[in-house]
């Protein structure tokens, strides 16, 4: 089994992946109860920050901040851009 394998079978836990792939993935939104289990890490601070500063993915429908449970206004955190497909909204 692959690391990315392993990591996505440690982030369904305890479901397996076959369930996974063949049950749910693309039909439906499916919630994984852990209980006490531990969660592993998705990404670490470094992955994130790097997956972040691919600007050109981060447009505003994309990308939304929260902060105590409300959205955070995306002024705050968006600036209009011009490409060559025109303005764009980027984080």
Partial sequence: ???YET?????????????F???DYGRKPVHIARGDAPRPDILSWDQFNR????????????????MG???ALSQHYVEKTETLD????LA
Avoid at 7 to 19: G, H, I, K, S, W
Wanted: zero cysteines.
């Fill in 1 to 3: 089994m692959s690391e």
């Fill in 7 to 19: 990591r996505f079978a440690e982030l369904l836990a305890p479901m397996p992946v076959e369930t």
């Fill in 21 to 23: 792939l063949t049950e």
């Fill in 51 to 66: 997956a972040l500063e691919v600007r050109r993915y981060w447009t505003e429908p994309r990308l939304r901040l929260v």
């Fill in 69 to 71: 449970n409300k959205p």
């Fill in 86 to 89: 025109g303005p764009m909204m």
